[in-house]
């Protein structure tokens, strides 16, 4: 097992789904990334399969990692988004550590430990580097003071291989998370409303104290992910009338084993703070809409010359509320993977992180039934393939 980049992740054979269309009724392609630093490799495997079948996004929502997977995906156009992303992972993952690691989990433990100490010790190339003075080090309101990191880096990045003005084109939506970090509430970036720019994206993954605030205007922003790493939400906040089929990816898991030890208390600990809220959103979404169908109901028994202008509006409103189905992917630790697996940054993991997206997703296109709008009056399903295989 060699920690050399090599080429690109590799897709396995056997599992190529033909071009889908999409679904009678669908009016948009939602693409939902979670944060998770290193973990991020696996959205790019899900992008990479819904690529292949023809289901480019018309709205990206995200935060962190996954802001700046979004911002590869919609500042370039189809052809060229996968050699962009894979330019991106390809080049903050470059740094070899070992040049062979023995076959074996104990190995792979050994060898990620040392991956994820390299992180901290010299950043990631293209990404983000150690200051120097450290905070430590630097006097109260210094540039040093404030974070163990230097995020400039990736800044030169974002401009190399993403096209901001293609983005504010909006030919794609984006929206990205950040947190203000003098009022704490969360703000969404959003080229619906704003121009978007490098610090938008470098904002929403600026996560505290590695990396430093970025300033917006006069405002100050912090990764949305410590407030809420569920980007999920402002898609359902919109109030169109939109059918939606969501493609939401997560990178921490809600669900997982009992801890064994303490690294397997720090692990578990991350994945629940860090873990979406798709069941809470999911569920507050289908009271919200049963409420909205009761009230479209009270409205129609009312004599038309009793209602108001505004409830008229109102009604005609109702009578269009939109359908969504969600095809969730959630990334599954390996047994071999700790509490650093979100700054594990090698080669080898990346590409284990991209195949594992690009399996999960090309198992749940396999499940046609899944890919079509609810039910009228339904709301929103949810599919996830690993609890439908019992995982």
Known sequence: MGDATGGPPMTIEGSHVARIERPEGCDRVALVLQGGGALGAYQVGVYQALHEVGLEPDFVSGVSIGAINGAIITGNRPEVR???????????????????????????????????MMTMMHGQP?????????????????????????????????????????????????????????????????????????E????????????PMIKIGTDHFWDG???SNTPLQHLLDQEDSLNSLVFQVDLFSARGAMPRDIQDVMARQKDIVYSSRTRYNTDLYRRIHKWKTRLKQALDKVPAEQLSKEEFALRDQLAELPEITILQMIYQQKAYEGQAKDYEFSGTSMREHWTSGYEDTMRTLKHRKWISMPPIGEGIVVHDVH????L
């Open 126 to 198: 293209g990404f983000f580097g150690p200051r120097n003075p450290g905070p430590w080090f630097s006097f109260p309101g210094a540039a040093n003071a404030t974070s163990y990191y230097d995020s400039s880096p990736l800044r030169e990045t974002l401009l190399e291989l993403v096209d901001f003005n293609l983005i504010n084109e909006k030919r794609v939506r984006l929206a990205v998370g950040a947190v203000n970090v003098l009022d704490g509430n969360f703000a969404y970036f959003d080229n619906a409303t704003d121009v978007l720019a490098p």
């Open 387 to 390: 609890r439908e295989d019992g």
């Open 82 to 116: 996968l050699e962009k992303l894979r330019k991106f992972w390809e080049r903050i993952t470059e740094r070899k550590i070992w040049q062979y690691t023995p076959d074996g989990d104990v190995f792979r433990q050994a060898r990620n430990a040392a991956s994820s």
């Open 200 to 211: 938008h994206v470098m904002a929403s993954g600026a996560l505290p104290p590695a990396l």
């Open 225 to 227: 992910g410590i407030v």
